[in-house]
């Protein structure tokens, strides 16, 4: 990323910045995966290094754990906090119950337990992720990759009987081999198009021998903050039944991050 950011990255980045609002000192916090993210990383990495801010980050993965060492981000394991205040993260896409999918960035096996071991998730996306159904983004599950093509195959036909519009699956590909997760294993991408029934639908799928978890977080998010590309911010609390609405000015001198890659 270099020079001026686009209207997205803006949105992303007022999203971050504006949860970062989250964090308090001596919190255990949950650190997402990808681009919004990154943004999250580096607005707290700046927090803890110019305000002071104190608190320990659990990454979702090691691109995340990298990036928050190098901002200066205390890094602990989640072995080590047991359980966290918050977990911050992105998302591929949200609906109106805050219901999402995930996965988009290959991260979503320790995504969804780390979110699942806090007292709060809060979700950071632009508002292109807003979704009146999911499935439009291609749901990614992780699989083991032993006999990974059954389990395809499997899906696929399990699908027939499941409330969605497409059926096929493709394996995710790094180049010319298969995408490995942190964890060593495999993402299938369901391309669904719509998902009628999102939580029959996870249940089914994490029922079949192979698939380790999949990319529907149902019930697990608690609000989302939605950044949009001239700086305004909305604040969705799904617990509290509030929507709140504010504006970042974004300063050139924001842009302080551009030569760090995501
Ligand atoms: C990674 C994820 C990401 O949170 C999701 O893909 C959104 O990424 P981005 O903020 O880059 O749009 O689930 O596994």
Redesign the pocket.
Known sequence: MSGELSPIDKA?FVAAKRAADYVEDGMRVGL??????AWLVRCLGEQVREGGLRFKGVPTSTRTADLAREVGIEVISLAEARWLDITI????EFDGDLNLI???????LQ?KIVATASDQMVVIADIGKEVEHLGAFPLPIEVIPFGWQTTQALVEETLVSMDVLGRQSSLRMNGERPFVTDEGNYILDLHLQRIGNPRQLSLVINQMPGVVENGLFIDICDAVVIGYGDGRVEVRDINEGTVEQDRLDFLESDNLFTDLAD
């Open positions: 992303k997402g995966t990808g681009s919004t993210a993260d992105g998302a591929d995930k996965g988009g960035g290959g991260a979503l995504e």
